[in-house]
């Protein structure tokens, strides 16, 4: 079992959910607008004047099997909207 | 959840509720009723009190003088003014604007009750009489006729007057300039001086003889039949048959002593139309009435009464105040389709795809419509104010929905998806957004709180754009983000045309942006020569051009109608004053081939007809009523054409006194505008004096040629001066006397002549040859009770006399008013300043005083009322910015905009020549809410830039450069939606031209020296808080460090003592 943490700006959550859908994923928790900054070129997302967009985060939690499938489809729908924004963090838990 | 989410994820019911609106508005719009302002209620209150017998100066002190002293105290009043004159004293309460009238007219009964006790006892109850803009005829038709004239009272009376008092809406009409029919008896003094036979008994068995009675009814046998007595005239000749009396036992027949003449009334006014006889028709309308509709109505229906009359009579129109409305709507109209294609264009070039300007100009017939509903509920009209709203506010609806629109597209192209875009754009927008909008509400919602006339003209433009603006709000933050949800796409594929088309437009903005971007480097780095360089601009323009500007109250609107009066020595005969008059009818045709209808009259009215003598008539006098052709189709103005009459009419020695009213009336909006002097003293003599030296005064300005005096000369008169003694030996008196010289010289009406349903006066009188001179009076035998005749030589003499003039009184003070009207190119300024200076040096005598009278006051009210409210909205404004920005700072320096607003207004209005008027004043108020727009986008998006963590020069650069398009942009639209009211020549486009240059002018003076001034002081004040900051921050260290070493040293102490 593995615990998979992705944040993203807020536009990517619909798109998600379709993912968990077809990868017949069933078990998360999202939150709705969190702030935040990512580490590689990482433009803030505070709902500020200055920097009004806003993130999301889901906390997924697949058998091992499911992972790779799923984020390898995260990390492609990144690479599609750059500017957007999108990192996917997994590790091992138990049950 | 917010407005935009659910508008996105409902896109049906949004997109419905929105058309419901456009619906409502489409309905109310094709309902309302159209006219030319506002409903302005009047605001004046007549009391007319009789007071048969007395003189003007009896009048003033024992009728005007009470009754103004009492109504003097009535609440809102602003003026009280009479006119005191021989039998009637009529006194004019004018109460301030807004007031309720009829809630006026019951103070005054009440204060009437008070006073009445103190009147004469002779004089009769005082009346109220309420004249308003509705007692002011909205058509007058014109009739000629050839063979049919000498019955054409009857046939107008039948076919055309009953018909259109029929029309819903229509107050009165009556008939002027056509003689009614009369059956006189002309009888000859000598002859009833022989028979012994007054004109009096005459005039009584006349009346006795035309007779109708029943008699009751009758049983006979088994049937009841009624009976009567039918012994009315079935024709004129029938009266001469009746016995008058008998003298020396043989029977004296009507015919012996008098001739019987069925036909025109002898003393009545003549009308020629071009040239022709005829007559005029005047239409009154009810009150509230709408004059569009009414006017509508009996065009409709003119063609169908011309099928009834006989085919020599033609009906015209002479005057239609609809026609004027119409064409200003009309143009009106136009103007704003032309606005709202520029928008469209402004919007389609900067945004360069058409699925967005769609979305974009959605909003304008949206939020336009919803303001119709509002005009249609609360009963309003579409006149010059309301449709002028829709002109300013077209440029400002797209504003917010361009600002939600292009970050939705930033959001689109980042990857989010239309719909997610849409509400993720717009929650970051929506406060800015909905800031933008109190900003205008700011600027507009105060307007529908001032009070008195501006508040009657201008709250309908204050609810208006506010609606609008809210209305535009809510489609920007519902419609656009669920359109854009619905129709953007993130891959916008160009084609070929679209790169012909916008590769250039693209290119030269980019141009312009790089070059604005080198310039405000410069402008931050040279930040003292840029202020310097601003502050010169703004002294030097307003000191040159400065004392150029020129003001008047409301703009001289070309309605094609010009009136005349001429006013020939009193007692003229009218044959001379008909041929006069016809003679200058044909000179006027002659010098303004312009003139497309003239009808003039002349003559005595009846005084049944309430409309013609209410106006000044008499043989003496010439009323011209001149219509123009349309002002698309001729050269030269109203005003020019109305001076050539003038100098046309000054060429006449013969003319005692002559008016020229361009437009048809005088003064208020859109009307004949003049300077009015009042003069106030109570001597005659001196008072006369004083307004010839304000003539003479203003007839030292060049050009101007009409100048006149309120009060009239004394007039020639003859007076029967009966010597009481000799009537009373005579045993006769003064009333009886008086009762057998009118009889005589004006007739007695004996009875009326009754044929097909109609009645006619029978008269009798003397035959026109015996009432011709003096003698003619002085031989005229009065009987006493014991049937003695008398000759009124005998009791009297007849003496020529003057009648003093009017006495005129403003505010309990007599007082002369002397107007002068404005020749072309003067304006009303000019004009007031020029006589103003000229006055004060003149010396009048004591006890007279002078002031600037007529709508001078409503003028300095209007003007003193938008002032405050300019120095509020610029409060306002600036409290809703302060909000926005939480800072004081950022809102200076976003206000720094408004002087360069004024700038531009004195630029344009100079350059173009046009004196700076109401409603260039509303261009100017609008102006500050419109110009801190760009100022605001500019500091914004700078200190987004600082937040982002630039410096100050960068960030303002950065700003600049990005945010030049969007300020374009909205510019622009405002810009563009306000040139064609700015360069409009169609009708009624003087009233708005003032407001479209001021705000064009205005605005695009302020945003061309803002993009620079704004960043260069922004970066000024910026810099000084860094520095503050930093000077603080230095004394708090440098206080730490002293603080420190307190510290230290107090710890080495401590250390030694232990």
């Not at chain 2, 006026?104 to 109220?128: F, H, Q, W, Y």
């Not at chain 2, 009846?606 to 008539?617: G, I, K, W």
């Not at chain 2, 009432?771 to 009076?777: F, L, P, V």
């Not at chain 2, 007031?832 to 409503?858: A, C, M, R």
Request: include cysteine; proline fraction near 4%.
């Amino acid at each position: 079992m593995k615990a998979i943490f992705t944040t993203f700006n807020e536009a990517h959550y619909d798109a998600i959910l379709a993912i968990l859908e077809k990868t017949n994923i069933k078990g998360f928790t999202n939150w709705e607008q969190v702030r935040g900054r990512g580490s590689i070129n990482g433009e803030p997302h505070y709902g500020s004047h200055a920097w009004p967009t806003m993130n999301s985060s889901i906390l997924i939690f697949a058998p091992d099997a499911d992972v790779a499938d799923l984020r390898k489809r995260l990390l492609d729908l990144d690479s599609q909207f750059p500017a957007l924004g999108l990192r996917v963090f997994t590790w091992t838990v138990d049950e | 959840m917010s407005l935009y989410s659910s508008a996105v994820k409902n896109p049906i019911s949004t997109a419905l509720i929105f058309v419901a609106i456009a619906i409502l508005g489409i309905f109310a719009f094709t309902k309302l009723p159209i006219d030319l302002y506002p409903h302005i209620e009047s605001n004046s209150i007549m009391v007319m009190t009789s007071y048969a017998g007395a003189s003007a100066s009896d009048i003033e002190s024992n009728v005007t003088k009470p009754i103004e002293n009492t109504l003097n105290s009535v609440s809102y009043l602003k003026h009280i003014t009479s006119q005191s004159k021989e039998n009637i004293s009529v006194v004019t309460c004018e109460f301030k604007y807004g007031r309720d009238i009829d809630v006026a007219t019951n103070d005054i009964r009440d204060k009437l009750e008070m006073v009445k006790s103190s009147l004469p006892d002779a004089a009769g109850n005082p009346v109220i009489f309420k004249f308003s803009s509705d007692d002011i005829p909205i058509i007058i038709l014109s009739v000629t006729a050839d063979e049919s004239m000498p019955g054409l009272y009857k046939l107008l009376d039948d076919k055309v007057v009953n018909t259109l008092a029929r029309t819903p809406g229509v107050g009165s009409v009556s008939i002027m300039g056509v003689p009614k029919r009369e059956i006189k008896v002309y009888c000859d003094p000598y002859k009833l001086d022989a028979y012994n036979i007054p004109i009096e008994s005459i005039a009584s068995i006349i009346g006795t003889e035309n007779l109708n009675m029943p008699a009751g009814s009758i049983d006979i046998g088994s049937n009841n039949y009624s009976l009567r007595v039918q012994k009315e005239f079935g024709s004129a000749q029938e009266i001469e048959n009746i016995v008058v009396g008998s003298y020396g036992g043989r029977t004296v027949y009507l015919r012996d002593v008098a001739k019987v003449i069925d036909g025109m009334e002898e003393r009545s006014q003549e009308s020629y139309i071009n040239g022709k006889k005829g007559g005029m028709i005047i239409i009154q309308k009810q009150t509230g009435a709408n004059s569009v509709e009414i006017a509508r109505q009996v065009e409709k229906m003119l063609p169908q009464i011309e099928n009834t009359l006989p085919s020599d009579v033609k009906l015209g129109e002479i005057v239609n105040t609809s026609d004027n409305i119409v064409r200003t709507i009309g143009s009106l109209k136009e103007t704003i389709f032309i606005t709202l294609v520029l928008v469209m264009l402004v919007v389609f070039v900067f945004l360069g795809r058409w699925r967005a300007t769609l979305i974009i100009v959605t909003t304008i017939p949206v939020s336009l419509l919803a303001s119709m509903a509002y005009l249609f509920a609360t009963g309003n009209t579409l006149n010059i104010i309301s449709m002028s709203s829709l002109s300013i506010a077209i440029g400002m609806v797209v504003d917010d929905a361009i600002v939600v629109l292009e970050n939705v597209t930033t959001h689109i192209e980042r990857g989010s998806s239309p719909k997610q875009a849409a509400v993720d754009a717009s929650n970051e927008f929506a406060l800015s957004v909905v800031a933008s909008t109190l900003r205008v509400l700011a600027v507009f919602l105060p307007l529908t709180m001032i009070s008195g006339l501006s508040g009657i003209m201008f709250r309908q433009l204050g609810w208006m754009v506010s609606i609008i603006m809210v209305v535009s709000l809510l489609c920007a933050l519902a419609l656009t983000p669920m359109m854009c949800s619905q129709m953007l796409r993130l891959k916008n594929k160009k084609t070929k045309m679209h790169e012909v088309l916008f590769t250039p437009i693209d290119k030269g903005l980019n141009a312009l942006n790089r070059g604005y971007a080198k310039l405000l480097n410069w402008a931050v780095h040279h930040r003292r020569q840029v202020v310097f360089i601003a502050t010169g601009i703004f002294v030097g323009v307003l000191g040159i051009c400065g004392p150029f500007m020129k003001s008047e109250f409301f703009p001289q609107q070309d309605n094609a109608r010009i009136s005349v009066k001429v006013e020939l020595p009193v007692g003229t005969r009218q044959e001379i004053t008909r041929d006069f008059a016809l003679k200058l009818q044909q000179r006027f045709a002659k010098l303004e081939p312009e003139i497309e209808k003239s009808s003039v009259s002349e003559g005595t009215a009846d005084s049944d007809n309430l409309f013609a003598s209410l106006q000044s008539n008499g043989s003496n006098i010439i009323n011209f009523n001149i219509r123009l052709c349309s002002v698309e189709k001729r050269k030269r103005g109203l005003t020019e054409l109305s001076d050539i009459l003038r100098n046309e009419l000054a060429l006449y020695p013969q003319i005692r006194k002559s008016q020229v009213i361009a437009g048809g009336q005088q003064g208020g909006m859109g009307g004949q505008q003049g300077v009015e002097i009042d003069i106030y003293g109570y001597d005659f003599d001196a008072t006369d004096a004083a307004a010839q030296e304000v003539v003479k005064q203003f007839k030292s300005f060049k050009g101007v040629q009409q100048v006149l005096i309120s009060r009239d000369a004394y007039t020639p008169e003859y007076r029967v001066n009966l010597d009481r003694e000799k009537v009373a030996i005579n045993g006769l008196n003064t009333a009886t006397v008086s009762q057998y010289l009118r009889n005589r010289i004006n007739g007695a009406t004996a009875s009326e002549f009754r044929e097909e349903g109609d009645e006619y006066d029978i008269r009798v009188r003397y035959a026109p040859e015996f009432r011709q001179s003096i003698e003619d009076i002085e031989n005229i035998t009065v009987y006493n009770s014991q049937g003695k005749g008398i000759k009124i030589r005998e009791l009297g003499k007849v003496e020529e006399a003057m009648t003093p003039p009017t006495i005129e009184r403003k505010d309990r003070q007599r007082f002369i008013s002397v107007t002068a009207a404005l020749p072309k190119g003067m304006a009303s300024s000019d004009l007031l300043n020029g006589i103003q200076q000229k006055l004060n040096k003149v010396h009048f005598p004591s006890g007279i005083s002078w002031q600037v009278g007529g709508t001078y006051e409503d003028q300095k009210d209007m003007y003193s009322d938008l002032f405050t409210l300019l120095l509020l909205i610029v409060l306002l404004v600036f409290i809703v910015m302060a909000a926005q920005f939480e800072s004081l700072t950022y809102p200076f320096v976003i206000m720094m905009a408004i002087p360069f607003a004024f700038v531009g207004v004195v630029i344009g209005l100079v350059l173009s020549g046009t004196p700076m008027s109401v409603m260039a004043m509303i261009g100017v108020i609008m102006l500050i809410g419109i110009v801190v727009k760009n100022g605001i986008v500019l500091v914004d998006y700078t200190n987004l830039q600082r937040e982002r963590g630039m410096g100050i020069t960068q960030a303002v650069v950065t700003a600049g450069h990005s945010r030049l398009r969007p300020v374009l942009m909205t510019t622009l639209t405002t810009v563009l939606g306000m040139i064609p009211l700015a360069i409009g020549t169609g009708e009624g486009s003087e009233m708005w031209r003032g407001m479209g240059l001021t705000v064009a002018w205005g605005l695009s003076v302020s945003t061309v020296i803002t993009l620079v001034l704004v960043p260069t002081v922004y970066a000024i004040f910026a810099g000084n808080g860094i520095k503050h900051q930093r000077k603080k921050d230095k004394k708090r260290i440098k206080a730490l460090e002293i603080a420190t070493a307190a510290v230290t040293v107090s710890e080495k102490s401590l250390k030694i003592k232990i």
